[in-house]
């Protein structure tokens, strides 16, 4: 079994930061992809950032330039470094990984609320 928990959410003014961080555990042989998506209330959950094995990413439209991902690779552990956050950056944040086991499974974190007041 596989667990995702995420954390680092919370309410920022905006123009602020927030990092958020993520533990992937159990039977895991490896992890292909890890990323963040987020939905806010009455949209469609999208992405926000990526990033392969390799250390390969890349990013929605609307984070491009402000938001950074990274991870390390020893703890299964990803991060999304925030900046600039706005109202519209509000959301919750899910945290995803495909886990490699000969074929490939998708992970879900339980989600972090974000929220940016103007």
């Known amino acids: 079994q596989v667990q995702l928990v995420e954390s680092g959410g919370g309410l920022v003014q905006a123009g602020g930061s927030l990092r958020l961080s993520c533990v992937v555990s159990?039977?895991?042989?490896?992890?292909?992809?890890m990323g963040w998506y987020r939905q806010a209330p009455g949209k469609q959950r999208e992405v926000v950032a990526a990033i392969t094995s390799g250390g390969s990413t890349n990013y929605g439209d609307s984070v491009q330039g402000r938001f950074a991902i990274s991870r390390d690779n020893a703890k299964n552990t990803v991060y999304l470094e925030m900046n600039s956050l706005q109202p519209e950056d509000t959301a919750v944040y899910y945290c995803?990984?495909?886990?490699?086991?000969?074929?490939?499974?998708?992970?879900w974190g339980q989600g972090t609320q974000v929220t940016v007041s103007s």
């Open positions: 159990g039977s895991i042989i490896s992890i292909s992809r």
């Open positions: 995803n990984a495909r886990v490699v086991y000969g074929r490939q499974i998708d992970y």
